[in-house]
């Protein structure tokens, strides 16, 4: 069974600029969670789709957003980008029963570079 | 901020030594998940602990969740080189699976 992808793998933005990052989740997983990864903030979550609507969204400002696709993938957008936006950004999916978290998958990361 | 804290932050052990990693948190988990995150790779899935008390080995790593499920650790006996990486426990809190701070793990050959 293939994994998580995310597309682009790294990317290199200037402030201001809008960003969008690619998920497809393992075939069969409907959920879909976001998370940002930086050395000093350690991995925090952003967002969760499940079937196509948000189920859960972190405490991040509304430049951050994300949406599902019926197929289950997954994007999010960042736009206005600042400095502090440059961070490993990882996409996980996994089996959501619907009572409590199971197994994330979790995808190589898209690395954004803010300049 | 994070409500997931773990300690210690570092770890740098000799080859063969054990190593754990303690996790808290500051609410009652309905169960606690830990990953594994090699350098330069992404977190991947060890373990799910959900009773209270439960003990679960796998090889050398020994997980276990605290009584009152608000804690739980890791331990690795006699540490190997493929060991290196940054361990994070991760439970749900108010329906946001919240990942601990990480506990990164050297290896001294």
């Known amino acids: 069974k293939a994994g998580v992808t995310q597309t682009p793998r790294y990317l290199i933005k200037t402030r201001g600029q809008q960003v969008t990052l690619s998920c497809s989740p393992i075939?069969?997983?409907?959920?879909v969670s976001w998370y940002q990864q930086t050395p000093g903030q350690g991995l925090q979550f952003l967002f969760e789709?499940?079937?196509?609507?948000?189920?859960n969204k972190g405490n991040f400002p509304g430049r951050f957003s994300g949406r599902q696709f019926s197929n289950s993938r997954s994007e999010m957008n960042v736009s206005t980008l600042e400095l502090g936006d440059s961070a490993l950004y990882l996409c996980?999916?996994?089996?959501?029963?619907?009572?409590?978290?199971?197994?994330?998958?979790f995808g190589p990361g898209t690395r954004l570079t803010v300049l | 901020g994070q409500q997931v804290m773990q300690i210690p932050q570092y770890q740098h052990v000799q080859e063969g030594e054990d190593f754990t990693t303690y996790c808290n948190s500051s609410?009652?988990?309905?169960?606690i998940q830990w990953y594994k995150q090699r350098p330069g790779g992404h977190p991947v899935f060890l373990i799910q602990?959900?009773?209270?008390?439960e003990v679960k080995k796998q090889k050398r790593l020994t997980f276990q969740f605290g009584e009152a499920k608000k804690n739980s650790s890791l331990h690795i006996t006699a540490t190997q080189t493929t060991d290196v990486g940054t361990y994070f426990c991760?439970?749900?809190?108010?329906?946001?699976?919240?990942f601990g701070t990480g506990t990164r793990l050297t290896i001294i050959p």
């Open positions: 991760a439970g749900p809190i108010d329906e946001k699976l919240t």
């Open positions: 609410t009652t988990l309905s169960n």
């Open positions: 602990l959900v009773k209270s008390g």
């Open positions: 996980a999916s996994s089996f959501f029963t619907g009572v409590a978290y199971n197994e994330q998958f």
């Open positions: 789709y499940f079937s196509e609507t948000q189920r």
């Open positions: 075939s069969g997983h409907r959920s």
